[in-house]
């Protein structure tokens, strides 16, 4: 993905990395405007309503989006991003063609997040030669669980860093919003509201199936304890 650069962010685009961007994103608004486009959002909304037809299909690119998405010109630290984001989604439609809809907007992340209960989880991480990670193994925090235990765990801590996204999106919005308007986009919402991938985390997927099926009790005070908190931070967003 978009490397570190030792550039401002804050510093003018260069007008060649700007023009770069401004052409991929014709080139993202052209996909978002074909008709297969449109079908596989007509599909979506079947698919939603429980209407019966062909599977939907989406593959997950992020683990080896880097082995995809390649030769990235720009050098300022903002446009990189942006280029990184348009060329990932140009070229998820023309080599792996799945069934996710392009659409005529810029996704602008909301940088934020909530730790559950404030633990950290250890995480060893992989790479190739190139520096790119590629697996990583975590430890678990919590092994067993007790009723003190539970009694004991803080609430979880979160935060949104809403004012820099919006500064973001300004900022892009200048540069693309004639061809492709920005909105704001948490990501964190991906996958986090459900809280079992938040369980695998704190106990490990073994452990998680052993205690449901061994503490049932406790098991339902500890997803209690996360709905409660995912419930929260949504609110905070």
Partial sequence: QAREQPMDHDSPIPACERALLRELARRQAAIAALPVTAERRRRWHAHNRGEPGEPMVVVEIGTFAGDLVEGLRCEHPLARAVEWELRATITNHDLVDD???????????????????????????????????????????????????????????MQVDLAGALARQARIE????????????????????????????????????????????????????????????????
């Avoid at 810029?106 to 991480?125: D, E, K, S, W, Y």
């Avoid at 790119?132 to 803080?154: I, K, M, N, T, V």
């Avoid at 919003?177 to 996958?191: E, K, M, N, Q």
């Fill in 174 to 237: 200048e540069l693309l919003g004639d061809i492709l308007p920005t909105r704001l986009d948490c990501r964190a919402l991906d996958w986090f509201g459900s809280p079992s991938i938040e369980v695998v985390r704190l106990m490990g997927m073994e452990e998680m199936f052993c205690h449901l099926i061994e503490e049932p009790e406790l098991m339902a005070r500890l997803y209690r304890r996360l709905t409660d908190d995912i419930i929260a931070f949504f609110r905070l967003l």
């Fill in 99 to 157: 069934d996710k809809v392009v659409e005529a907007v810029f996704p602008v992340g909301i940088h934020g997040g909530m730790r559950a209960f404030g633990l950290a989880v250890p995480t060893q991480r992989a790479h190739d030669a190139q520096g790119r990670a590629l697996r990583y193994h975590q430890e678990p925090p919590l092994r067993a669980l007790s009723a003190g235990l539970l009694d004991d765990l803080p609430p979880s801590p």
